[in-house]
């Protein structure tokens, strides 16, 4: 089969392909077994005491520690507790942001546009030091507002632009069977908009909750403070580098499960979302309009509606 897009390369450019992609592996290997070396070498602290490399075996018998597991364990659910509750209250603000964005009236609209900018290009740490030194309400809460705020305003846009890429016809097909604005908008248009924006949001508690690490500075203990701050002193500090990577094997799977699930949903979405907005559209007005059309019905007929056409016209 020949391609439009290049030509099909012949003998000489396969041959030199495979020359290349043998040298490039080469050299990856020889990175890997450098970096190898590297960790395994002994290594000299600052008062001159030799130490054993970090792939030394006594640098990792502390995963066969089940007190260490449990410190593991208890940041981590530590960790998805406040994602939990930040991705909750930013899934709300989010939804009133957007609603305030897409607001006909400027004096609700602008508020919100200012509001969602400054929320966006506030860091989430300073945030969280504003929250727990104006406020008083402890680390947890001062996370949970920080990551709820921001990413709310995020979640908030990416709604607002989820509802201004739907057919108008959908919004003015509801007005016309009586349906006020705002049921239009809950009814018909955001569902659709979150439906359409799901992915983005689940990419967007992903951030969310690698954002957690930042809580550890103002002193609540998460993954990251207990994994690299409490164990060191607990278990030793020549473990810092089995802590590190535990911490950071334990982040990946969590952030990647996210991620999957995101991938499902924006197959789901892509493959389904046409026939999703058809049935709620006809569910909403069959449900509904109803009520509005029976007026309708008590209209007179037009002239020779309902009567047989004669033999002369036109079928």
């Known amino acids: 089969m020949t ?9 000489r450019a396969r041959r030199l392909s495979l020359i290349v992609s043998i040298i490039a592996t080469l050299l990856i290997a020889a990175g890997l077994a450098a970096i190898v070396m590297f960790l395994a070498a002994p ?12 792939l030394d075996p006594v640098r990792w ?9 449990r410190t593991i364990g208890r940041g981590l659910t ?5 994602a939990g509750v930040a991705a909750v209250l930013a899934i709300v603000i989010g939804i009133l942001l957007s609603m305030a964005r897409t607001a006909r009236l400027a004096i609700i609209r602008i508020p919100a546009v200012v509001l969602i900018e400054f929320l966006r290009g506030m860091p989430v740490l300073l945030m969280m030091f504003f929250t727990l030194l104006v406020f008083s309400t402890g680390q947890f ?13 995020v979640i908030g846009e990416a709604l607002r632009s989820g509802i201004a890429s739907l057919n108008k016809g959908q919004r003015e097909s509801g007005l016309a069977i009586g349906l006020t604005p705002l049921k239009v908008r809950f009814l018909i248009e955001f569902p659709q ?3 359409q924006m799901l992915p983005i ?5 992903v951030v969310l909750l690698k954002d957690t690490s930042l809580a550890s500075i103002v002193g609540y203990q998460e993954l990251l403070n ?8 607990t278990f030793g500090s020549r473990y810092l580098f089995t802590f590190f990577f535990v911490v950071l094997v334990v982040y990946l799977l969590v952030n990647f499960s996210l991620s999957t699930v995101a991938r499902i949903v924006a197959k789901r979405t892509a493959s389904g979302s046409g026939g999703f907005k058809a049935r709620r559209v006809e569910r909403i007005v069959a449900q509904l309009g109803g009520a509005g059309m029976s007026g309708a019905s008590k209209l007179p007929p037009e002239p020779g509606a309902g009567q047989p056409p004669r033999s002369g016209d036109p079928s």
């Not at 018998?61 to 597991?69: E, G, H, R, S």
């Not at 809460?141 to 305003?153: F, H, K, P, T």
């Not at 207990?226 to 002193?233: A, H, K, S, T």
């Open 3 to 11: 391609s439009v897009l290049y030509d099909v390369p012949g003998p």
């Open 141 to 153: 809460w001062a996370g949970v507002a920080a990551l709820a705020v921001y990413n709310g305003a």
């Open 43 to 54: 290594r000299v602290n600052a008062g001159g005491v030799a130490q054993p490399g970090i």
């Open 78 to 82: 530590a960790t998805l507790q406040m």
């Open 201 to 205: 949001i689940i990419a967007q508690l």
């Open 226 to 233: 207990i994994g690299l701050r409490q164990n060191p002193v």
């Open 193 to 195: 908009a979150f439906r």
């Open 61 to 69: 018998d502390i995963l066969l520690d089940v007190a260490f597991w």
